[in-house]
């Protein structure tokens, strides 16, 4: 062996080395990019959760108490942990033969975080209800 050839398998070692820490590295940023999308993924669930949650509150508060007001609630219990939900009711009164029904519209929206950060979610719902019988 001649003084030549010593670090000649240094070059195919260094290079080696790069590559798999560079595959480690893609491995672990996908890793976390996944984790995110599942956790989103979940907080869009607890979202449409909420909203759903907003609305059979004020069908509740409609067809019940005959209250349609607009109201904000803050969910406290569960995995609804954290949200806050605003609701939003309108009526309207219509004839049907001798009867006048109520017909109410719900819009809820449900949101957790602060708009424009990675955690923040929200979704909205709209539905339509009747104190017909």
Do not use: K
């Not at 569960?78 to 009164?93: A, H, K, P, R």
């Amino acid at each position: 062996m001649t003084s030549n050839q010593r670090g000649i398998s240094l070059v195919p070692a260094l290079f080696l080395m790069i590559v798999l820490a560079a595959l480690g590295l893609i491995a672990v940023r996908f890793g976390a990019i996944q984790q995110q999308t599942v956790v989103l993924s979940m907080q869009s669930a607890r979202a449409y959760a909420a909203a759903r949650a907003g609305i059979e509150w004020s069908a509740y508060q409609a067809l019940v108490n005959s209250s349609c007001a607009s109201a904000s609630l803050a969910l406290t219990e569960g995995g609804l942990n954290g949200f806050t939900v605003d609701t939003n009711c309108s009526n309207t009164l219509h004839t049907e033969g001798p009867n006048t029904v109520t017909v109410y519209v719900i819009d809820a929206f449900a949101w957790s975080g602060s708009y424009g950060t990675p955690d923040y979610v929200s979704r909205r719902i709209r539905t339509t209800v009747t104190d017909a019988t």
